[in-house]
């Protein structure tokens, strides 16, 4: 269902509990923060609606979507904004968990789905609820901000680990090991020796006759 928005025309009268447990495609468990959320007004942020932009402290698409009407849980998919002028405002507050965000018009009280824009690579927008699509090069997007929601810690959970600069990145080569295994028997190898050659007889004999010589001189 299509609806055009008129702040203050067909306000919502419902609760904050009812319009966002209508949200069925957000997991219960993001619902229910949503919702602890709104009712203690604990906005993540305060748009500015107008009739071609939404501003505020995080960049959003620019429209919103699935609008609560009225009492009877009328909710619009697409809301346009055909009546309003280039001078009409309205501002809002956001609540968000996780990639999940909805808005809480300040005046009409329409709960309704935002998106709100968490990243940008080359020609490609990705929002906070995973959808991708082409944005022409002259488009600029704000800044990312990492808040206290967990909607970018996936990104670098995966991310390659980067090598430091001046310092080598190596793993160590493994020991090979020995053909037998680490703990074969060690072969002892026996290296012959060459023979000490022996004098012969002769030598002793005039050794022998040398000494006795010797000794009856200094007698």
Sequence with gaps: MNCDW??????YTGTAHAAIMA?????????????????RNAYDDVIEISKSAIHGRHDY???LKEMHFGSAGKVCAAVGLTKWSD????????FC?????????SVCNNWSRIVRIVAKAENEVVTGEGVRFSESASSTFGPIYADESSELQG???TAEPVPVL???SFAP????????GWFAPVQVVSVPLPAVPELPAWAYILAALGLLVFYHRIK
Excluded: T
């Excluded at 949200?23 to 009712?39: G, H």
């Excluded at 968990?97 to 018009?105: K, L």
């Design 6 to 11: 008129q702040p203050a025309h067909n306000v």
């Design 23 to 39: 949200y069925a495609d957000i997991p219960l468990p993001v619902r229910k923060v949503l919702i602890e959320k709104a009712n």
């Design 61 to 63: 698409l620019p429209d």
């Design 87 to 94: 001078r009409d405002r309205q501002r809002a507050m956001v």
């Design 97 to 105: 968990e996780g990639s999940f965000c909805v808005a809480r018009p």
């Design 155 to 157: 990104i670098f959970a």
């Design 166 to 168: 001046g310092v080598p």
């Design 173 to 180: 080569e493994p020991l090979a090991e020995p053909s037998g």
